[in-house]
């Protein structure tokens, strides 16, 4: 039997094409329950405030950036969304006094028009407020070299061959409305994939690439970016693929309620805790990788009560 139609834009799939039984059981988890989800290989961590929450993410960086030594080079791969850690990063470096000469960092994402990244001048440049608001902060004796400085570019060979001979020591990210990290949306209900998504194995073979953007991502970003204006949000974008996510020895996703929603955050964990990998809630294909973990700022979690207002 045909799946379900999306209730958000028919000619495309995500969860509302999922049954109602899943989504229906999602719904009614707890606070409790999300902390109950944890098992091997998926962890659910839980902070109280906003400033353990970031500082938390933030120690990420510094973690990662302190095994990078000559021989073994390391980093970590980080978002735009959240971007509350990366002054803190900057602010722990420099505090600390941390050598960057042979640490990595490499962008998730970058926006796409006419077939090209957007330039740093563009306003959302995801490049522009990674340099602005962490690197260009870090003090000059202690930067790392520009050369392991990695975004992901529309000729992205150069960006895939830096993810080989560098551990990449923690993959962060938020998690979009449509379910996604970086910008691994769902497919559009076409070709070959009219009835059913692709197969989890297909979607993981997916490498940094130029991807078309749901709907529910382009009206997302002009809500956390650009004041709603949907008009002024690109419809393409470059994203690390799945290939990258899973060279990534932990994949560490950091709620705070800003990008997802209540349900959302609920629905993947669900699914990851229970091994429910669909390609129509791209975040669910973390239920195969060996190591993830779930950061939730606790009041943001809430519940899925109806509340009219």
């Excluded at 950036?65 to 722990?92: M, N, S």
């Excluded at 895939?160 to 938020?174: A, D, H, K, L, P």
């Excluded at 490498?207 to 002009?222: E, F, G, K």
Aim: glycine share 6%; aromatic share 10%.
């Amino acid at each position: 039997m045909e799946r379900k139609k999306s209730i958000l834009a028919p000619g495309w799939w995500d969860y509302t094409t999922l049954e109602d039984e899943l989504l229906n059981e999602a719904a009614k988890l707890t606070a409790d329950d999300l902390l109950g989800l944890s098992r091997n290989g998926f962890k659910v961590v839980f902070y109280d405030t906003l400033e353990d929450f970031y500082l938390a993410e933030a120690l990420e960086y510094i973690h990662a950036w302190k095994q990078a030594t000559k021989d073994q080079p390391a980093g970590i791969c980080g978002p735009i969304g959240p971007t509350e850690q990366l002054p803190l990063v900057a602010r722990l470096v420099n505090e600390l006094e941390i050598d960057l000469r042979y640490a990595h960092f490499w962008g998730m994402d970058e926006w796409v028009i006419n077939g090209k990244e957007v330039s740093e001048s563009h306003p959302l440049s995801f490049k522009k407020a990674d340099m602005e608001l962490c690197f260009n902060r870090i003090r000059k004796d202690l930067k790392m070299p520009e050369s392991n400085l990695h975004f992901p570019k529309a000729n992205h060979s150069e960006y895939i061959n830096s993810w080989e001979g560098v551990r990449c020591v923690t993959m962060q990210g938020g998690q979009g409305e449509i379910k996604h990290w970086a910008f691994n949306d769902p497919l559009k209900r076409e070709g070959n994939y009219m009835s059913e998504p692709p197969s989890p194995a297909e979607y993981r073979k997916l490498s940094t690439r130029i991807v078309d953007l749901h709907p529910a991502t382009i009206a997302q970003n002009a809500r956390t970016s650009g004041g709603g204006v949907v008009t002024g949000v690109p419809t393409q974008a470059l994203t690390v693929g799945p290939v990258q996510t899973w060279k990534a020895e932990k994949v560490s996703i950091w709620h705070a309620g800003m990008h997802d929603n209540p349900f959302g955050m609920r629905l993947t964990s669900l699914m990851i805790s229970r091994g429910i990998a669909d390609s129509s809630v791209p975040m669910s294909l973390l239920a195969d990788h060996p190591n993830v973990q779930f950061n939730f700022y606790r009041p943001a979690i809430k519940s899925c009560d109806v509340e009219m207002h």
